[in-house]
Nanobody, 124 residues
Framework: QVQLVESGGGLVQPGGSLRLSCTAS????????MGWFGQAPGKGRDFVPS????????RYTDSVKGRFTISRDNAKNTVYLQMNSLRPEDTAIYFC?????????????????WGQGTQVAVSS
């Protein structure tokens, strides 16, 4: 059973930065495509970025391009989300997700494993 645990959320001022981490256990991390999804208050869980098995290919939703960077360290079983130039509209619970496929998926249905989420709040 694959388990994903996120960390690194918090309260930050607009323009600030955070780095989220997601560490996997119970499976072969390097065989999973990984993604991050954000769920704002009262809204659905939306795709943010994803990364392929080796970390050589990434995909981003338009609103975070140039501000967020997804990366992974397969030796540490961890995927990261570096969030820069944060905006109030980035406020959400961020969920890490793992797919049994090898590509950079943006649809939730491709992800079989989910973490519990970490809260990010952007406010002055």
């Amino acid at each position: 059973q694959v388990q994903l645990v996120e960390s690194g959320g918090g309260l930050v001022q607009p323009g600030g930065s955070l780095r989220l981490s997601c560490t996997a256990s119970g499976g072969t991390f390097s065989s999973y495509g990984m993604g991050w999804f954000g769920q704002a208050p009262g809204k659905g869980r939306d795709f943010v970025p994803s990364i392929n098995l080796s970390g050589t290919s990434t995909r981003y939703t338009d609103s975070v391009k140039g501000r967020f960077t997804i990366s992974r360290d397969n030796a540490k079983n961890t995927v990261y989300l570096q969030m820069n130039s944060l905006r109030p509209e980035d406020t959400a619970i961020y969920f890490c997700a793992g797919s049994q496929g090898s590509d950079t998926y943006y649809r939730r249905r491709y992800y079989a494993y989910w973490g519990q989420g970490t809260q990010v709040a952007v406010s002055s």
